[in-house]
């Protein structure tokens, strides 16, 4: 059952298993996705963060969900 510490002191009392830290560090670095920089136009930018607030979404959320749908297209087109 996990423990979770309180204060300082409390961690003391706790004891790490290496191996379930660097299993969770290795799940983490796999995860991460790797940035891009992509050039828009100031209009477009506005357009997609009223779009992305209306869905509730932040604007580069909705921006990476509609090059998933299109590469996805492109692939089924393809």
Do not use: C, H
């Not at 290496?18 to 940035?35: F, H, L, S």
């Not at 891009?36 to 963060?49: R, Y």
């Not at 992305?52 to 590469?71: C, E, N, S, T």
């Amino acid at each position: 059952m996990p423990r979770y510490a309180k204060n300082e002191s409390a961690y003391e009392k706790i004891s790490f298993e290496a191996a379930k830290i660097r299993a969770a560090a290795k799940r983490r670095r796999e995860a991460r996705k790797q940035p891009t920089s992509v050039a828009l136009d100031p209009q477009l930018i506005a357009e997609l963060k009223r779009e992305a607030k209306a869905r509730g979404v932040p604007y580069q959320v909705l921006m990476r969900m509609f090059i998933i749908d299109g590469f996805k297209r492109l692939k089924r087109a393809g």
